[in-house]
């Protein structure tokens, strides 16, 4: 059950991050919420964690507008949870009196069950000898074309690649494509990559001189009610890291940047190591390898929509400032000051 948790609260505090308001869960649902809750008794610490991410956002019997209610995707994806409880757990029902949303404080978890695909190993392949542009095409018809990566994508959805210059000194990488990636088929175009943008200008760069891609090509699935778009995102597996690593390691080939930045925790794993470190606070602002490269870890673009403090800015400012003097960008005093109200 440990693998099953997390999704649908970091869902809220993205829908959180974009000014949502409302959701709606039934009381089938938290009924279900409580019954796993019981049953994970040493979770308590994810569990409130969780809870306070819900009652953050006041539950609506009418559900977000722009969502449709939150109960039709709850319940469908806590089912595969619930039935995989050990026996000795006893079933609860939902009691009439149930409160449509969890009180604040109540030791409930939105939690999202899904089995990660079973995934064959990569395949190696060689990118022709050509120009930088001759071999990028090559690669996207490549990745386009597999059956593996294809098979991963939902119906109307997009696989993605990395876009930019093939010239960029600079690799920003993140770990998976989120529900606007997968929608346009580009990388970092959601609130988060809105933000990716704006630090990037702050540096003195245009997006369009930096390459930016994710570890994965394709966004990890999550069950969904038949109808319904996915909610929230689920953290990349180690196999299906493995299995587009080198995808990423071709792009660097082409690209052959001066730094890459690894944008959070998944894709420091999924470039240093799965396991490499325990807290992302090990490996943050120092400098590390990846194929041939430097690499610097920072957090990911969304941690600041969640921490907007100029505490967390500045953290991120100063990893950053490392990779300006790494690449030969001049830092004017401005630059070095950014963010050093810390409030």
Same mark, same amino acid.
């Given at each position: ?14 829908? &959180? /991050?974009?000014?949502? &308001? ?17 049953? *994970? ?9 969780? #809870? @306070? ?9 009418? @559900? ?43 030791? /409930? ?8 695909? &079973? ?5 190696? $392949?060689?990118?022709? *000898? ?25 119906? @109307? ?13 600079? $690799? ?6 989120? /529900?606007?990636?997968? /929608? ?62 080198? $995808? ?13 930045? #690894? ?14 470190? &325990? ?50 960008? *001049? ?7 950014? $963010?050093?109200?810390?409030?």
């Amino acid at each position: 059950m440990d693998a099953i948790l997390e999704a649908l609260s970091s869902e809220l505090r993205r829908l &959180k /991050a974009a000014g949502v &308001k409302t959701v709606a869960i039934s009381p089938e649902s938290l009924a279900a919420l409580r019954q796993l809750a019981e049953a *994970a008794p040493r979770r308590d610490s994810r569990v409130a964690s969780a #809870a @306070g991410a819900v009652s953050a956002i006041a539950a609506d019997p009418a @559900g977000s507008p722009s969502r449709g209610p939150m109960s039709a995707v709850v319940a469908p994806l806590l089912a595969p949870a619930v039935a995989s409880m050990p026996p000795s757990v006893p079933p609860r029902t939902a009691s009439p009196a149930a409160p449509a949303s969890p009180r604040r404080g109540e030791p /409930a978890e939105l939690v999202a069950a899904t089995a990660a695909p &079973k995934l064959p190993p990569p395949q190696p $392949f060689s990118i022709p *000898a050509g120009a930088k542009a001759e071999r990028m095409t090559a690669l996207r018809e490549r990745i386009f074309a597999d059956p593996v990566c294809r098979q991963q994508v939902r119906p @109307g959805k997009k696989l993605v690649v990395g876009t930019g210059s093939l010239d960029a000194k600079l $690799f920003f990488c993140g770990e998976a494509p989120g /529900a606007e990636e997968e /929608a346009q088929g580009e990388p970092f175009v959601g609130p988060a990559g809105q933000l990716l943008t704006r630090m990037i200008q702050a540096m003195g760069v245009r997006r369009e001189d930096v390459y930016i891609g994710n570890i994965m090509n394709w966004r990890p699935d999550l069950p969904t009610a038949e109808g319904q778009e996915q909610m929230g995102n689920r953290p990349p597996t180690t196999e299906e890291l493995q299995y587009c690593l080198p $995808f990423l390691r071709a792009q660097l080939e082409i690209v052959a940047p001066d730094v890459i930045v #690894a944008l959070g925790s998944t894709a420091a794993q999924g470039l240093l190591g799965v396991g490499s470190f &325990k807290a992302l606070g090990e490996v943050r602002g120092r400098w590390s390898e990846f194929a041939g490269k430097p690499v610097m870890v920072t957090y990911h673009p969304s941690y600041i929509l969640r921490n907007g403090s100029n505490r967390s800015k500045r953290a991120i400012w100063e990893d950053l400032l490392l990779v300006m003097e790494r690449v030969g960008l *001049a830092i004017s005093e401005r630059q070095r000051g950014f $963010f050093l109200d810390r409030t």
